[in-house]
């Protein structure tokens, strides 16, 4: 396995214009995180699945960002009528859980979102 | 809410010397703590990954504890190298589920 992957690795859009990002996680993780990175601070978590299910959502993550994780496997993210305060990193991260265990999360190299 | 910060913001040293770098956490009701490595423009390297009921991690030159009761933790890197330059940061988790929160993180540079 070759660990998480995430694809566009770098984006330029223009303002008001839609993206999506991909997510694949390593392959046998049922649970899919997204974080966003802006330049000098820690990722800041947005959402969160378990398998397809999204069970949880920051408030950072306004109406025009969705996400979704529609087989368990990859993930999207959408950004709709981008600004340029999402101009950001966005981090995939996956992880195994069972139970009430989990192991450490695994992250993508992340793509790097550029709105002008 | 829990808040994680890191001091210093940013730390610069010569090749070979040891180092210490600072977590604070506010809420000591943590799951684990994981301290992670991020070069420039890069996705995040885990390093480290302490579980709540572990006091201490060692990898290779790395040695990260853990004061779950005084919300610290340290991560302690031995004979620096030029390579270690990068920011570290920590993060913790309240519950096994639950997301990562990170600190702002460490800005280190080791110079040759």
């Known amino acids: 396995d070759t660990g998480v992957s995430q694809n566009p690795r770098h984006k330029i859009t223009k303002r008001g214009q839609n993206v999506t990002f991909r997510c694949d996680p390593i392959s046998e993780h049922n649970r899919l995180y997204w974080y966003r990175q802006t330049l000098g601070q820690g990722p800041e978590f947005l959402t969160y699945?378990?398998?397809?299910?999204?069970?949880?959502k920051s408030r950072l993550l306004s109406d025009r960002f969705s996400a979704e994780r529609p087989k368990g496997s990859f993930s999207t993210l959408e950004i709709q009528r981008t600004e340029q305060g999402d101009s950001a990193m966005y981090l995939c991260?996956?992880?195994?859980?069972?139970?009430?265990?989990?192991?450490?999360?695994?992250f993508g190299p992340g793509t790097r979102l550029t709105v002008t | 809410k829990q808040e994680v910060t890191q001091i210093p913001a940013a730390l610069s040293v010569p090749e070979g010397e040891n180092l210490v770098l600072n977590c604070s956490f506010t809420d000591s009701a943590i799951y684990n703590l994981q301290w992670f490595r991020q070069d420039p423009g890069k996705g995040l390297t885990s390093l480290l990954l302490?579980?709540?009921?572990?006091r201490e991690q060692t990898s290779g030159r790395l040695n990260a504890s853990l004061d779950k009761s005084s919300g610290r933790s340290t991560l302690y890197i031995a004979a620096s190298q030029p390579g270690d330059s990068a920011t570290y940061l920590c993060?913790?988790?309240?519950?096994?589920?639950?997301?990562?929160?990170f600190g702002p993180g460490t800005s280190l540079s080791v110079i040759p």
């Open positions: 302490i579980q709540s009921s572990q």
């Open positions: 991260a996956s992880s195994l859980g069972r139970d009430d265990l989990t192991y450490e999360q695994y």
């Open positions: 699945f378990q398998n397809e299910a999204q069970l949880e």
């Open positions: 993060a913790v988790r309240k519950t096994s589920y639950d997301k990562v929160i």
